[in-house]
């Protein structure tokens, strides 16, 4: 598997921008998942 | 060239008329397809907005016109010059394209005059908003209640007073129901009342209202969201459990309106319309009259008595 | 196969596993392109046939084929379908395949989660089209799920969980082309120098990255407060009905935009292609969708003037919709000005592109008359609304995809469609789509509300009329399936590298069929060959 994936992969520079991207754009989907919540919360 | 079938005699309050009435008048003739065809209730082949009958519906009419004409115009402007360029600008006519791919100053302009063009619209739809969401000085109070799925009508207050017990359900009529069974076999056609077809749009009991008399809507849900709307009124205001929305009207003209529910409120969302039957004041006083006398002595007023009464204008 | 991982095999079109090897676990963004595209297809085709039933029962007065309950499970399921099934996934499929292909990159930048990201789609299909086999039958509601009528439903724990795994699907896949675009592009591909439908999936990326949380926050609320006993949304307990449709809109609204900024890039491809001619303002295009999506986040209450709104709240919301006349003019009169001096073919992809042009532009028309708030309040919830969204939905976004598919179809399977057969299918689609839609601004208008199953004769002719477009442009559609299955399996005429005579970009230097693996060596980008590359506008 491993193998495969590394088919058509950029090289590892490429790789580590991809890690710190996919990072901050998780934090972002947890934020947002949690804005609704924290909306109605603070509403109360 | 506007009012077409109704005249109601009266113009809108708000801003900016004589603006607006030039801008109609410069407008009629893009609008002259649609204007004949003002409407107090849906009519085959209706092409507009009906104008409405109460001092304030001519707003959203007039808005719709002038915000359509003006879209005629610009897409003249726009698809005019697209057929243009379709024409002039085709291979097989030998063209050689050019190589420019920016003009700062056409770029300039027609992010300008849309800009402009918007600004007196929001100007214009201002004015009828503000003058909409002043339900100060009313001489009347109704309070609406959608349940799944009929209305229920209560008369709070008329004239200073309150109203004692006057209230009823309001459900679709018998004959529209047994018709709108699946495979009922009936014809929706055969539905008529008054030589109108009626079909889905009638009521056992109408809400009775009074003519020029400025009328508070107070509007709320016994369990899902609905939403209460008269074409002729102008306006639709949600029905919302645990809460009281507020909305007005002033009718000009007697007469019967028919309207439905206009939020998706289950299977028979379809098959809860509402019937406001418009009179004078004076017959309205007498029916008020007459429905708190037949309800007072008995607390739990009788469907059959009530609808009876309820019909003072030649109804049914 | 781990090992034929090494591919000194020459590129070709074919890949060198099994049938499972090579589409269930696939990695590649081509194979993973052609799945969303065919999923979206089938999705198409199952919506389709939703909205038949819709419009047989609405063909004349009186109920005469379906119980009104199935109706409104039809409304809601033919919605659901479409916007997660057909819209969505394709313009996923469309990014897949190309951005890679336009950007001089290997392939998406995380090829696993690519895989999850669409093998999740068919089970939440799966999931949410069994609601309709189940006792109870499927949700009824409308895709908009409003409480407390949603939560009648018994099907509702079915609906939210298929909806989380659509969200996670594209949130996964959005991040994926995020990464994609930042990160993997050939030296030389400037962000500014992007094509602008690689600058439309960025930013619309961003949009689904900030929304499909919140979508899947609402819905989630949506089953505590029917299972698990919270009071969100249940005024009984203290909570707010309304609250629920704040929360909705504010995914919502960007939702619309989600579905039709790719639209946007697509058409920017196809009418430059088609005129011979660099697109007209290059710049100014990338920051008009920038300027959209932004703008899309506070236009929410757009949808909701009728449950009593403050007035100030209506008049902010006005204004704010009616700015996004101004940059989407900004875009409709670049495209003009791109056509304007050039020198214009009209093979199929550019005929559905300028049709989209026109059929958008009165979808937003239409947009900008509902902005006014007086004029919603009567609008509001009828079939003037369903007019509106099915000119910027269908004759919008899923003409761009069409185009799109005549466009690219080419590189895609190496070989040319039948060029007839195409234009068969685009006259019949333009003809009968206005058929379809234009009348029922007329009903709207005259006071026939949206999502009910039986109406006044007053509105039968309009109807009649509308459900006989629907029949036929529901028809045309299976000369599309026609053409994309000839030319995939049957086409004879080889299509050159350079499918079509002014494309430029670094997917028309690739040969055709684009070979399972592109720019293992990122190429050299030379800027004559891209659209944009010497455009300092
Ligand atoms: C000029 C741009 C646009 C404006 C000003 C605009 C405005 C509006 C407004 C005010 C509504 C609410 C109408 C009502 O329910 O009373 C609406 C509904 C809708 N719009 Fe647009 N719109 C625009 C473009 C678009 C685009 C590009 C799309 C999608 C591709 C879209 C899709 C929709 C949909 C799906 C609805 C109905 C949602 C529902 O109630 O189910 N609109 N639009
Ligand atoms: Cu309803
Ligand atoms: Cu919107």
Redesign the pocket.
């Known amino acids: 598997m491993a193998s495969q994936v590394a088919e058509g992969q950029p090289g590892q520079a490429h790789r580590h921008g991809v890690r710190r991207t996919v990072v901050v754009l998780a934090i972002v989907v947890g934020a947002f998942f949690l804005l609704p919540f924290v909306q109605i919360l603070l509403m109360k | 060239m506007t009012s077409g079938s109704i005249r109601t005699g009266r113009a809108e309050p708000g801003r900016g008329l004589g603006i607006r009435h030039a801008v109609a008048a410069a407008l009629a003739p893009a609008l002259a397809l649609f204007a004949g065809f003002a409407q107090a209730n849906p009519e085959p082949g209706q092409l507009n907005m009906t104008r409405g009958v109460t001092t304030w519906s001519g707003e959203p009419y007039f808005l719709n016109n002038v915000a359509l004409g003006v879209c005629v115009v610009i897409g003249i402007v726009v698809f005019g010059a697209m057929f243009i360029a379709m024409f002039r600008f085709r291979k097989s006519r030998g063209a050689v394209p050019e190589k420019w791919s920016h003009n700062t100053t056409v770029e300039i302009i027609w992010t300008a005059i849309p800009v402009l063009i918007l600004m007196a619209l929001a100007w214009m739809a201002t004015g009828g908003l503000v003058s909409f969401a002043d339900t100060t000085g009313a001489q009347m109070t109704i309070k609406v209640t959608g349940y799944q799925w009929k209305w229920r009508y209560d008369y709070v207050d008329y004239q200073g007073k309150p109203v004692s017990k006057v209230g009823f359900m309001s459900r679709l009529d018998e004959l529209s129901d047994k018709t709108r069974q699946l495979h009922s076999g009936l014809d929706p056609y055969a539905v008529t009342t008054d030589g109108y077809n009626t079909y889905l749009l009638n009521v056992d009991k109408p809400l009775v209202l009074p003519i020029h008399t400025k009328i508070r809507f107070v509007i709320t849900s016994d369990d899902v969201i609905h939403s209460w709307w008269v074409p002729s009124f102008g306006w639709k205001m949600d029905a919302i459990p645990g809460i009281v929305n507020s909305a007005w009207t002033n009718i000009n003209v007697p007469g019967t309106y028919r309207g439905q529910c206009a939020e998706l409120c289950g299977q028979d969302h379809g098959f809860m319309p509402i019937v406001v039957k418009a009179v004078p004041q004076e017959d309205f006083a007498k029916w008020l009259a007459a429905q708190e006398q037949a309800n007072a002595p008995a607390p739990a007023a009788t469907p059959a008595a009530a609808s009876t009464a309820a019909a003072p204008a030649g109804h049914g | 196969m781990a090992h034929e991982a090494t591919h000194d095999q020459h590129d070709h079109h074919h890949a060198p596993q099994g049938f499972f090897q090579r589409w269930v676990m696939s990695t590649n963004h081509k194979d993973i392109g052609t799945l969303y595209l065919i999923f979206s297809l089938t999705m198409f085709f199952i919506g389709g046939s939703f909205a038949m039933v819709i419009r047989a029962e609405l063909f004349k007065p009186g109920l005469d084929l379906v119980q009104p309950y199935f109706f409104n499970e039809m409304t809601t399921m033919h919605?659901l379908v479409m916007i997660f099934g057909a819209i969505m996934p394709a313009f996923v499929g469309l990014g897949n395949w190309m951005i890679p292909l336009m950007i001089g990159a290997p392939d998406m930048a995380l090829p696993r989660m690519n895989n999850l990201s669409f093998w999740i789609l068919p089970f939440a299909f799966a999931l949410m089209l069994s609601t309709l086999f189940l006792p109870g039958g499927g949700p009824a509601g409308g895709?908009?799920m409003y409480p407390p009528l949603s939560l009648q439903s018994g099907s509702l724990a079915y609906v939210v969980f298929s909806i989380h795994l659509m969200g996670i699907s594209s949130i996964m896949g959005a991040i994926n082309i995020i990464a994609t675009i930042l990160n993997m592009r050939a030296p030389g591909m400037d962000l500014l120098k992007m094509p602008v439908f690689v600058w439309s999936w960025l930013i619309t990326a961003f949009l689904l990255i900030a929304v499909m949380p919140v979508l899947a926050g609402a819905v989630t609320m949506l089953l505590t407060d029917k299972y698990f006993g919270t009071s969100f949304f249940n005024p009984g307990g203290g909570g707010d009905p309304v609250l629920y449709q704040h929360v909705f809109w504010f995914f919502?609204h960007p939702e619309?935009?989600i579905?039709?900024l790719p639209a946007f890039g697509i058409i920017s491809e196809i009418v430059p292609t088609f005129a011979r001619k660099p697109i007209f303002g290059y710049r100014a295009m990338v920051y008009a969708i920038a300027c959209i999506a932004f703008l899309s986040f506070i236009v929410w209450a757009?949808?909701m003037?009728a449950v009593g709104l403050p007035l100030g709240a209506d008049i902010f919301f006005m204004y704010a919709?009616?700015l996004?006349?101004v940059p989407?003019g900004v875009k409709v009169f670049n495209w003009v000005a791109t056509m304007w001096g050039g020198s214009m073919t009209f093979e199929t992809p550019m005929l559905f592109a300028i049709a989209f042009i026109i059929l958008f532009t009165i979808?937003?028309f239409s947009?900008?008359m509902?902005?006014l708030v007086p004029a919603?309040f009567q609008?509001?919830?009828t079939y003037f609304?369903v007019a509106?969204?099915h000119y910027?939905?269908v004759t919008?976004?899923a003409f761009a995809i069409m185009a799109a598919t005549y466009y690219w179809l080419p590189k895609w399977t190496g070989h040319m469609y039948n060029e007839f057969w195409g234009k068969v299918h685009f006259w019949c689609s333009v003809v009968f789509v206005n058929v379809l839609f234009f009348p029922q601004h007329f009903l709207g208008l005259a006071g026939m509300p949206r999502r009910i199953p039986d109406y006044n004769v007053a509105f039968a002719n309009f109807n009649m009329i509308s459900s006989i477009g629907g029949f036929l442009f529901g028809a045309s559609q299976l000369i599309f399936l026609g053409v994309v299955v000839h030319c995939a399996f049957f086409a004879r005429k080889k299509a050159a590298d350079r499918v079509w005579e002014g494309a430029k970009g670094l997917e028309w230097t690739v040969p055709s069929p684009a070979p399972h693996h592109t720019f293992e060596v990122p190429p050299v980008v030379r800027d004559e060959e891209l659209a944009h590359g010497h455009v300092n506008d």
Request: hydrophobic share 50%; net charge negative.
């Open positions: 919605a895709w908009t919502g619309v935009y579905m039709i757009h949808h003037f919709t009616m996004i006349a989407t979808g937003g947009g900008l509902l902005a919603d609008y509001h919830d609304v509106h969204f910027v939905l919008g976004a």
